[in-house]
């Protein structure tokens, strides 16, 4: 069965520092990985997604994130955290292969924390 | 363009009392998802329409868990009993057909707190 990791429950970064938010995934066929950010009493928003190609994604707000299938993880990058970053993120998966129903798979979710 | 919309977006209930949330997806969108999230937890998807059709109910506790979406469009989910452990923010989300590439767009949830 497909499934998500993300081994840490919260992160701490000062602002203008790099972020890195983890993740790691269990799929039997090749993998759509997407992040999503959400931020108090609001729904998930799209932040960026792998399907193929170049295994490093950017997404919105200065958002990156670097697929590796050999260590099969997916972290979510940004060169210079904000504040306005601070909301909790969820990594998800969703497997490519005939009679899939295409739902996504979440993560348990990473607190991010950014302070000034 | 309009998002996915929801209502109520809070809800206060006694156990075994029942409840019913409203999801208008985004316009054309024919893929239709019902996720529970529990605090501390990740999104657990509970029931997928593709139209008006159930394509994956799996994981929705059916002996109290109802859904459906007449006509394509809109959607409701029914619990009836509540339990305390259905305290959790319902999310309904959309994405338009057949895409798996696709991203889902989410609604802003409704929050049940069972007492």
């Known amino acids: 069965a497909q499934s998500v990791a993300q081994p840490e429950d919260q992160v701490n970064v000062a602002e203008g520092n790099p972020l890195t938010v983890k993740c790691t995934y269990s799929?039997?066929?090749?993998?759509?990985l997407f992040w999503y950010v959400q931020y108090p009493n609001r729904g998930l928003q799209f932040l960026l997604k792998?399907?193929?190609?170049?295994?490093l994604v950017k997404g919105s707000y200065g958002f990156e994130a670097e697929f590796n299938k050999s260590q099969t993880s997916f972290h979510l990058k940004k060169p210079s955290a904000l504040v306005s970053d601070s909301a909790l993120y969820f990594c998800a998966v969703r497997e490519i292969f005939s009679g899939n129903t295409g739902k996504l798979i979440f993560g348990q979710g990473t607190t991010l924390q950014v302070k000034p | 363009e309009a998002g996915v919309a929801q209502s109520p977006r809070y809800k206060i209930i006694e156990k075994r009392q029942s409840v019913a949330f409203w999801c208008n997806p985004i316009s054309g969108h024919a893929t239709l998802y019902w996720y529970q999230q529990i605090l501390g937890q990740g999104p657990k998807l509970l029931i997928q329409f593709q139209n008006n059709g159930v394509v994956d109910d799996s994981q929705l506790p059916k002996d109290r868990f109802s859904a459906e979406r007449l006509k394509g469009v809109d959607s409701t989910l029914k619990i009836q009993p509540a339990k305390l452990e259905d305290s959790a923010v319902y999310l309904c989300a959309s994405s338009p057909t057949g895409t798996y590439t696709g991203e889902l767009f989410f609604g802003e949830g409704s929050r049940l707190t069972v007492l």
């Open positions: 799929v039997s066929g090749n993998p759509y």
């Open positions: 792998y399907i193929t190609g170049d295994n």
